[in-house]
């Protein structure tokens, strides 16, 4: 277990004991953390004490009171703010204003917990703010250590995956309540689109998985002879589904019925997935995608075509930026986690040595074009 120092100041001895009796065998766990949080008390009872320790050791959280005898807990606080020392600061107080909550979250005070208090409510505020302290140091863990694509991935993720969620479980309460009646049939756009959300969700967490292993450099990569065609097959087979609701037709031309590379299956699934899903994604109405593979004497060239919205050179510039989408009347509607043409991106130039052209017209369509060296 990780133990968190908490520093309890308050002139109250039975408040600084209890707090302390509480916390003695409390402990708190996240399904996102390895291993559960339990607390070591440190009591003291005036402002100029508290100063004291904080100068001296690390301490994780302060339970602090205002009402202290000499300077009191705001100053404290204040303090903290000004050396700038990590730790997260609980006001517990029983004379809590306004402008004692505005000044105290201004100096960057995580809550309050007025006095008197349940021993479950002080567990419970002890959860948030532990929680928070966790977040708030593995991001500037992350961030110290060059990472930002890990702040990225919680920001993206949360934001992400808040709204899908909401939706599904507003459909499910309404399910639920039976609110339009008791046949089945009547919900099934409800259930149709909880599926949707869902499907979307399963893709955006993928993605961001597979970014993550790219970046950390701990994907296990399987080396093995990979058919190229296949591979491309699988593909539009794959998206067919989706072409046919908006009647697309989809071709796959190749110089050779079978066109092999040196590859990780799943790597080159990413980059075929990729490559046909957008052309379909972002194709018009009765449009086409051409999908053309040929080998030349020292690369391989994979070219997929289609016949849709296309794209401006400054929309070219953006596309393959970690959690970039283009956003314009044309794309609304369009869903996507931002990372697909990324995670391809990385692929084709860290793993195979190759690289990525983009030709597009507004209005007219797209071609992707990647080249990659043979026996890479």
Avoid: W
Avoid at 45 to 53: F, I, K, L, P, R
């Amino acid at each position: 277990m990780a133990t968190l120092k908490v520093l309890v100041v308050d002139d109250e001895p039975g408040i600084r004991s209890g707090l302390s009796r509480i916390l003695r065998n409390f402990s708190v766990d996240f399904p996102f953390v390895e291993e559960a949080f339990t607390f070591e008390t440190i009591e003291v009872g005036t402002g100029e004490e508290a100063v004291e320790y904080l100068d001296s050791m690390p301490i994780d959280i302060v339970l602090l009171d205002n009402q202290l005898p000499g300077i009191h807990g705001i100053e404290v606080l204040e303090h903290i703010t000004q050396k700038g020392i990590d730790t997260n600061v609980m006001m517990i107080t029983s004379y809590a204003s306004l402008d004692l909550a505005i000044k105290a979250t201004n100096n960057g005070a995580y809550n309050f917990v007025p006095k008197p208090f349940t021993p479950q409510e002080l567990k419970t505020a002890m959860e948030g703010i532990t929680k928070h302290l966790y977040l708030q140091r593995m991001t500037k863990k992350l961030n110290e250590e060059g990472k930002q694509i890990r702040f990225q991935f919680l920001s993206v993720l949360s934001h992400e995956l808040k709204s899908p969620i909401n939706a599904v479980e507003g459909y499910l309460r309404i399910m639920q309540d039976r609110q339009v009646g008791n046949n089945l049939d009547d919900y099934d756009t409800m259930i149709d689109r909880s599926l949707e959300r869902i499907k979307g969700m399963r893709s955006l967490i993928m993605d961001m998985l597979d970014l993550t292993r790219l970046e950390n450099g701990k994907k296990k990569r399987e080396i093995v002879k990979v058919d190229l065609v296949q591979m491309a097959r699988v593909a539009i087979d794959t998206l067919t589904p989706m072409a046919i609701q908006k009647n697309i037709k989809m071709y796959l031309d190749t110089d050779e019925p079978n066109i092999y590379l040196n590859g990780d299956n799943s790597e080159i699934e990413i980059i075929f997935n990729n490559l046909v899903s957008n052309a379909v994604k972002y194709n018009k109405e009765n449009g086409t995608v051409n999908c053309l593979i040929k080998t030349g004497a020292n690369k391989i060239t994979i070219s997929v075509s289609d016949t849709g919205i296309g794209m401006s050179e400054e929309e070219i510039s953006k596309i393959f930026q970690d959690f970039v989408r283009i956003k314009n009347d044309k794309t609304k509607g369009i869903s996507g986690s931002g990372l697909g043409l990324s995670i391809m991106k990385k692929t084709v130039e860290e793993y195979y040595h190759g690289n990525i052209l983009v030709e597009s017209t507004p209005d007219v369509g797209s071609t992707f074009i990647v080249e990659i060296p043979k026996n890479c």
